[in-house]
């Protein structure tokens, strides 16, 4: 059974500063891995999807990369901002039946400090 | 601008009552998830469609919920009867699967807050 585990749960940065969240996943047969980031009472924007077949992927200020035989994802943030504040979660497709559901890692709540 | 839409953004009833969800999903997607977020269970799947058939209800309590898409642009979620417990984020995502047994990139609505009091 694919378990999917974030860490920090929290993270409290200052302005400016580059910071990493971790993914990690037990069963390392996934076709893709997709970072989301959640606000505060609001539903999930995707950031990121890596396919399988790919290292990392990048948008602006965000690189995500993907090692699949170590079961694990790292999220980049370069010189954050206050607007980075938020929830950041990452997903895997659960391996084998019905395979299009997604599989959530617990999150890293990540506070930028202006 | 294509997203997901939901209504309704927050719903107040008491135990006992029906509760109605409904999602549209983004224009040309084929697949459409129902999940439910607490603070305490995280992000579940509750339920999804493919090309409004149901592939997989397996996470949803089967006699109180129900799941449908009566066109390919609505799909609903039903509690009868609600209890507190259902109290939850409840949010649709659709996405276009275009390999067998791959999710593809799914993209998120707003969500529904449900309290049952």
């Known amino acids: 059974k694919q378990e999917v585990t974030q860490i920090p749960a929290a993270l409290s940065v200052p302005e400016g500063e580059n910071l990493v969240l971790n993914c990690s996943f037990t069963?390392?047969?996934?076709?893709?891995l997709q970072w989301f980031r959640q606000d505060p009472g609001k539903g999930l924007t995707s950031l990121l999807l890596i396919q399988s077949s790919q290292r990392e992927q990048t948008s602006g200020r965000l690189n995500a990369s993907l090692d699949k035989s170590s079961g694990r994802s790292t999220l980049y943030i370069a010189a954050s901002q206050p607007g980075d504040s938020a929830t950041y979660l990452c997903a895997v497709p659960a391996y084998g039946g019905a395979t299009n559901k997604l599989i959530f890692g617990t999150g890293t709540l990540l506070a930028v400090q202006p | 601008d294509a997203r997901v839409t939901q209504t309704p953004r927050h719903k107040v009833t008491e135990m006992g009552q029906e509760v109605t969800m409904r999602c549209q999903p983004i224009l040309g997607h084929n697949t459409v998830f129902w999940y439910r977020q607490t603070m305490m269970q995280g992000l579940e799947l509750l339920a999804y469609?493919?090309?409004?058939?149901?592939?997989?209800d397996s996470g949803m309590p089967k006699d109180r919920f129900s799941a449908e898409m009566p066109d390919a642009t609505l799909a609903t979620l039903k509690i009868q009867p609600s209890e507190p417990r259902d109290s939850a984020v409840y949010f649709c995502a659709s996405g276009l699967v275009t390999r067998r047994d791959a999710t593809n990139e799914q993209f998120f609505g707003p969500g529904t807050r449900l309290t049952v009091l």
């Open positions: 469609f493919r090309n409004r058939a149901p592939l997989d």
């Open positions: 069963d390392s047969a996934i076709y893709n």
